[in-house]
């Protein structure tokens, strides 16, 4: 069955976005709020140990660190954002918003590749599987790109019509 012939595959993926999203937009923001939890830390260990780093003051690095997560944890709040507001309305992300949720994969998967060393193998499953639900929403939103009207365009440019 492919996708052009109205079967119930196409019906179940659209079925499945509003939820997914709704569940990513959810982990996002407990990912949000633990890189903030992780960075207050390692604000407050850098501050405590009183050591410099290449010449760097301690309370520079700390506040580093803290500024670090608060503009990672921001970013993870605005893409989660967008996927609550899409999975709300079921409309597909404009240009700025899913080039936002590209970067926000691309982060997830950079991050899961080192928490296989920091962290572990449960760390690591956990972020492959926000990486999973990015990768299928942004395919699942795929073909609804909205025009400079806001009008949602379905399908490929060449109308979509079965071969």
Same mark, same amino acid.
């Given at each position: 069955?492919?996708?052009?012939?109205?079967?119930?595959?196409?019906?179940?993926?659209?079925?499945?976005?509003?939820?997914?999203?709704?569940?990513?937009?959810?982990?996002?923001?407990?990912?949000?709020?633990?890189?903030?939890?992780?960075?207050?830390?390692?604000?407050?260990?850098?501050?405590?140990?009183?050591?410099?780093?290449?010449?760097?003051?301690?309370?520079?690095?700390? +506040? /580093?660190?803290? %500024?670090?997560?608060?503009?990672?944890? *921001?970013?993870? $709040?605005?893409?989660?954002?967008?996927? #609550? !507001? =899409?999975?709300?309305?079921?409309?597909?992300?404009?240009?700025?918003?899913?080039?936002?949720?590209?970067?926000?994969?691309?982060?997830?998967?950079?991050?899961?590749?080192?928490?296989?060393?920091? +962290? /572990?193998?449960? %760390?690591?499953?956990?972020?492959?599987? *926000?990486?999973? $639900?990015?990768?299928?929403?942004?395919? #699942? !939103? =795929?073909?609804?790109?909205?025009?400079?009207?806001?009008?949602?365009?379905?399908?490929?440019?060449?109308?979509?019509?079965?071969?």
């Amino acid at each position: 069955m492919t996708a052009h012939d109205g079967g119930s595959g196409v019906g179940g993926v659209v079925a499945a976005r509003r939820p997914a999203a709704l569940v990513a937009a959810v982990l996002l923001i407990l990912e949000a709020a633990g890189v903030l939890l992780l960075n207050w830390i390692l604000s407050i260990v850098v501050d405590r140990q009183q050591m410099s780093l290449a010449g760097l003051r301690p309370g520079a690095m700390s +506040v /580093g660190a803290w %500024a670090g997560g608060a503009v990672l944890a *921001l970013f993870l $709040l605005c893409c989660a954002a967008v996927l #609550a !507001y =899409g999975a709300l309305r079921d409309r597909a992300p404009g240009r700025l918003a899913r080039i936002a949720l590209i970067c926000c994969a691309v982060v997830q998967g950079v991050v899961g590749a080192l928490c296989v060393g920091l +962290v /572990g193998w449960p %760390a690591f499953a956990g972020m492959a599987v *926000l990486l999973a $639900l990015l990768v299928f929403l942004l395919i #699942a !939103y =795929g073909d609804r790109i909205p025009d400079p009207a806001g009008r949602p365009t379905e399908g490929p440019a060449g109308g979509g019509a079965p071969a």
